[in-house]
Nanobody, 115 residues
Framework: QVQLVESGGGLVQPGGSLRLSCTAS????????MAWYRQTPGKQREPVAT???????IYADSVKGRFTITRDYAKNTMYLQMNSLKPEDTAVYYC?????????WGQGTQVTVSS
């Protein structure tokens, strides 16, 4: 059974940085287009960064120039480097495929940007 596990969240001051990781079990990771999604209370989960199976990144306008998505095929892991963090980046961050699969939603990792 395939699972995705997110890690790396935490509390950071505005302007700070964090690096999130998403590790996948199973052998299908390399052929999937993957994405980082985030959700805040009362709002719908939204994609913030996508990376295709050949490593082409796509970013939401709100994070363009500040976030970088990468993937390591040997480690079955996807990363999200988040720089110049803003309070509005506060959310639970999840990884999933594109399109998303209901059975792959994990616990997510909380990112809180606050002074």
């Amino acid at each position: 059974q395939v699972q995705l596990v997110e890690s790396g969240g935490g509390l950071v001051q505005p302007g700070g940085s964090l690096r999130l990781s998403c590790t996948a079990s199973g052998s299908m990771f390399s052929i999937w287009t993957m994405a980082w999604y985030r959700q805040t209370p009362g709002k719908q989960r939204e994609p913030v960064a996508t990376i295709t199976n050949i490593g082409v990144p796509i970013y939401a306008d709100s994070v363009k120039g500040r976030f970088t998505i990468t993937r390591d095929y040997a480690k079955n892991t996807m990363y999200l480097q988040m720089n110049s963090l803003k309070p509005e980046d506060t959310a639970v961050y999840y990884c999933n495929t594109v399109p998303e699969r209901r059975d792959l939603w994990g616990q997510g990792t909380q990112v809180t940007v606050s002074s």
